[in-house]
């Protein structure tokens, strides 16, 4: 019976010692293995950060990935140049104003003189105040000179040279498109143009 005591308690001393030593080994593992996995990332970490960037422009295969992109891309229009905007809206509203003004003066164009064309009194009569017979205050009543002004200022060709943009001609025949001028009035019709030889027959 003692004997079984004996055996008993010294298997249970052995096995308490193998369970302090394996608490011991893992204890002592642990540690160093994380800080080996730890070294191991910083170091891989430290690699990455050395190794050259490259400029993705100088990588072959995204340059020809890139170049694909663009060739199948539609290719836009080239837009209009802004003074091409500019002249139509400036044509556009000088011939609604000479309509306006032949509407108001019994059926006469601006500018017209005992049947000859006349430039300096088509703007006269444009930037002024006028009758009904086309007469333009010098002085007097508003009130007897109900119509206009039509513009306020004439509008300036921006495809002839500066020092003539706002100037007008006119003639017998249609706009020679010669830009000597802003613009030309036909005085066989009344139609006006831009006087230059891209935008004459608008």
Same mark, same amino acid.
């Given at each position: 019976?003692?004997?079984?005591?004996?055996?008993?308690?010294?298997?249970?001393?052995?096995?308490?010692?193998?369970?302090?030593?394996?608490?011991?080994?893992?204890?002592?593992?642990?540690?160093?293995?994380?800080?080996? *996995?730890?070294?191991?990332?910083? /170091?891989?970490?430290?690699?990455? &950060?050395? $190794?050259?960037?490259?400029?993705? =422009?100088?990588? @072959?295969?995204?340059?020809?990935?890139?170049?694909?992109?663009?060739?199948?891309?539609?290719?836009?229009?080239?837009?209009?140049?802004?003074?091409?905007?500019?002249?139509?809206?400036?044509?556009?509203?000088?011939?609604?104003?000479?309509?306006?003004?032949?509407?108001?003066?019994?059926?006469?164009?601006?500018?017209?003189?005992?049947?000859?064309?006349?430039?300096?009194?088509? *703007?006269?009569?444009?930037?002024? /105040?006028?009758?009904?017979?086309? &007469?333009? $205050?010098?002085?007097?009543?508003? =009130?007897?000179? @109900?119509?206009?002004?039509?513009?306020?200022?004439?509008?300036?060709?921006?495809?002839?040279?500066?020092?003539?943009?706002?100037?007008?001609?006119?003639?017998?025949?249609?706009?020679?498109?010669?830009?000597?001028?802003?613009?030309?009035?036909?005085?066989?019709?009344?139609?006006?143009?831009?006087?230059?030889?891209?935008?004459?027959?608008?």
């Amino acid at each position: 019976m003692k004997q079984n005591v004996v055996i008993v308690a010294v298997v249970g001393w052995i096995v308490g010692i193998a369970s302090i030593a394996t608490v011991i080994a893992v204890t002592a593992g642990g540690p160093s293995k994380a800080s080996a *996995e730890r070294g191991h990332s910083r /170091r891989r970490d430290r690699a990455r &950060a050395e $190794q050259p960037r490259q400029d993705p =422009g100088e990588v @072959p295969e995204l340059n020809r990935v890139r170049e694909a992109r663009e060739n199948r891309r539609p290719r836009r229009q080239s837009e209009p140049d802004w003074r091409d905007t500019l002249l139509h809206s400036d044509l556009q509203t000088l011939r609604s104003q000479v309509e306006l003004y032949k509407v108001q003066h019994l059926d006469e164009y601006p500018g017209v003189r005992d049947g000859r064309f006349d430039p300096r009194l088509f *703007e006269a009569q444009l930037l002024g /105040r006028t009758n009904a017979q086309g &007469a333009v $205050q010098r002085e007097g009543r508003e =009130g007897d000179f @109900p119509y206009g002004p039509y513009l306020r200022t004439m509008p300036a060709n921006p495809f002839v040279p500066e020092n003539v943009a706002t100037q007008l001609r006119g003639g017998e025949g249609p706009c020679p498109g010669d830009r000597t001028s802003g613009w030309w009035v036909d005085s066989n019709t009344g139609r006006l143009d831009a006087n230059d030889p891209e935008h004459r027959d608008l």
